[in-house]
């Protein structure tokens, strides 16, 4: 099993910008990639970023040029550093890891809200 725990979001004004980490513990040495992804009220759940563990990134078009995923594999964590935020940012930001044999794990979530 491998556990994910995310840590900041919170509340930020229309172009402001906020960092998202997550920790993995666990059985993490089955994880390959790690990424984020984010879900609005009555949307689906939609891939924001998500990054190999040799540094291969993937973006969606709607984040290009305005997030940046990072991740350290020896402290077993990856981050996400968005900036130039707008309203319709606004989401609940997952966490997630994706085993070798294809098997996804998940953060519990944390909310990120862009006021207009």
């Known amino acids: 099993q491998v556990q994910l725990v995310e840590s900041g979001g919170g509340l930020v004004q229309a172009g402001g910008s906020l960092r998202l980490s997550c920790a993995a513990s666990g059985s993490v040495f089955v994880i390959n990639v790690m990424g984020w992804y984010r879900q609005a009220p009555g949307k689906q759940r939609e891939l924001v970023a998500d990054?190999?563990?040799?540094?291969?990134?993937n973006y969606a078009d709607f984040v290009k040029g305005r997030f940046t995923i990072a991740r350290d594999n020896a402290k077993n964590t990856v981050s996400l550093q968005m900036s130039s935020l707008k309203p319709e940012d606004t989401a609940v930001y997952y966490c997630?890891?994706?085993?070798?044999?294809?098997?996804?794990?998940w953060g519990q979530g944390t909310q990120v809200t862009v006021s207009s």
């Open positions: 997630s890891a994706r085993s070798i044999i294809g098997r996804y794990y």
């Open positions: 990054i190999t563990s040799g540094g291969g990134t």
